[in-house]
């Protein structure tokens, strides 16, 4: 049996790879006036089917309530985002902590992201159980 909390560590790093992937891509296009903007927008429209796979996949072996997965899930890309995302990525392009943190955007998505887990995972505990 697979450890629960080890295995959602992991489901929200394949999220967040994801959602990085996502928003560091919109870059290479130029659709917007705003790349800021743009980007903003790619990982809330992409953050749906990522955040529903890691959900997925981590119902598929594990159980946890899902108001905790989404939690572990918001908490690890936040760790990541403060970790990885700003200094490799935003920093050098004369961001800082500060400013991606300010961003109510940031909030936005957050608020996205924890909702899309908590209820893809109580739809799902409540399939499997019925």
Not at 10 to 20: E, F, N, T, Y
Request: with cysteine; aromatic share 16%; net charge positive.
């Amino acid at each position: 049996m697979i450890n629960s909390r080890v295995f959602s560590l992991i489901c929200a790093i394949l999220v967040w790879v994801l959602g990085v992937s996502f928003y560091l891509s919109s870059f290479k296009f130029s659709i917007l006036e705003s790349p800021e903007q743009q980007a903003n927008i790619a990982i809330a429209l992409a953050i749906i089917p990522s955040a529903c796979l890691g959900t997925y996949l981590f119902y598929k072996k594990a159980t946890m309530k899902p108001a905790s997965l989404a939690l572990t899930f918001v908490i690890v890309a936040t760790l990541l985002d403060a970790l990885i995302t700003v200094p490799v990525f935003v920093i050098p392009n004369g961001g800082s902590h500060a400013s991606f943190f300010k961003d109510p955007m940031f909030y936005t998505i957050i608020v996205e992201f924890y909702f899309l887990v908590f209820y893809f995972g109580t739809h799902l505990t409540q399939n499997i159980k019925a």
